[in-house]
């Protein structure tokens, strides 16, 4: 099994975490599922559950009903994935502004480690 955390800022504020228990009931649970699958599988994880973004970043691919999720991710060094940043995917591509939130997460994380 994988170890999958959640990334946490410099206040203790864990922004996918809060992502997750925002969500009603029904799509909780999907996005609980396909964590678990990242734990199982790791990095052998592929479309259409995973997806390889570029530059060490993949997301996390998520389908509940007529919603897309999207959580970005990373592996660290140490084995465990980084869950960075969660968003409800509205357009056809992800929007480069969460790539970079995802980007500059991970360059904190990685700091403070």
């Known amino acids: 099994m994988w170890r999958v955390e959640f990334y946490s800022d410099t206040s203790g504020t864990e922004p996918v975490k809060n992502f997750v228990v925002a969500q009603d009931y029904k799509h909780r649970v999907k996005i609980l599922r396909a ?3 990242l734990q199982e599988f790791g990095p052998l ?31 660290h060094a140490d084995g465990a994935f980084v869950l960075l940043h969660a968003l409800q995917k509205k357009q056809h591509r992800l929007p ?18």
């Open 35 to 37: 964590f678990q699958l």
């Open 45 to 75: 994880l592929r479309e259409p559950h995973a997806k390889h973004v570029g530059g060490g970043l993949w997301e996390l691919r998520i389908r509940s009903g007529r919603n897309a999720y999207r959580i970005l991710y990373f592996l």
């Open 96 to 113: 480069p502004g969460d790539i970079e939130i995802a980007e500059k997460r991970r360059a904190d994380h990685l700091s403070r480690r």
